[in-house]
């Protein structure tokens, strides 16, 4: 692995920035604040004796909903423990984080699906890449729960994408948080497999996401073809 100063362009910063996006997501995301990588500024990796390889980014990260750009600094390291490897350890900076306020329409969705627990739907988004604009905070929830897979699965040869919510269910509500099981496809960027996972996972205004549990699927020989 390159040490020193990364070309911010290239694989190796590229896909650190993308551990710092899930990582953001699973802080800060909600059903109307996701985040997506926009432009790595500078990136520098370096040997850290007995505990593995850190690496230091300026970027800056887009919240997708509202298209507001934030500017980031960010550390990562992936450590090493006797040939093994664990989940990427994150330290993050950001400016005005808290300018972007979602509040209002988060409350508004907690109300009414803590009041009608009925709700499912599959394919978000479908097979032209569409999602109907109720169930688009659903997909948000999506990738941001999925963002919990990402970060704990990542490493330096990683890179990985949400590519579908293949179903879900919304489950009864659990301690004033609303409950949903997912069923979700996530793309290897690497291998270009299609990997389905299962995610449980509540969310409210107040307490964010937290995942239950998350299990990784058995691939099926459909997971890879389009979805209607």
């Given at each position: 692995m390159e040490t020193g100063e990364l070309n911010p362009s290239h694989y190796p910063a590229q896909r650190?920035?993308?551990v710092v996006q899930h990582y953001f997501n699973t802080r800060h995301g909600s059903p109307y604040k996701v985040f997506a990588v926009k432009k790595v500024f500078s990136a520098n990796a370096e040997e850290v004796p007995d505990s593995g390889r850190k690496y230091q980014l300026e970027l800056s990260m887009k919240e997708?909903?509202?298209?507001?750009?934030v500017a980031c600094a960010a550390e990562v390291l992936f450590p090493r423990k006797e040939g093994s490897e664990s989940?990427?350890?994150v330290q993050l900076s950001c400016e005005d984080i808290l300018k972007i306020n979602t509040s209002a329409p988060e409350e508004s969705l907690y109300q009414q699906y803590k009041l009608n627990q009925n709700l499912s739907a599959h394919n978000l988004p479908d097979s032209y890449g569409h999602?109907?604009?109720?169930?688009?905070p659903f997909w948000h929830l999506g990738m941001v729960a999925s963002s919990f897979i990402m970060l704990s699965e990542s490493s330096e040869n990683t890179l990985y994408n949400m590519a579908q919510v293949?179903?879900?269910t919304?489950?009864?509500?659990?301690n004033e948080q609303l409950k949903f099981d997912y069923h979700v496809l996530l793309h290897d960027m690497v291998s270009q497999e299609i990997i389905p996972?299962?995610?449980?996972f509540t969310w409210s205004p107040s307490a964010g996401v937290?995942?239950?549990?998350?299990?990784?699927?058995?691939?099926?020989?459909?997971?890879?073809e389009p979805k209607p």
């Open positions: 650190v920035a993308k997708m909903v509202h298209n507001t750009t989940s990427p350890q999602v109907d604009e109720d169930q688009e293949a179903n879900l919304q489950m009864a509500s659990e996972w299962k995610l449980v937290k995942v239950q549990t998350m299990e990784k699927s058995p691939n099926c020989r459909h997971c890879n």
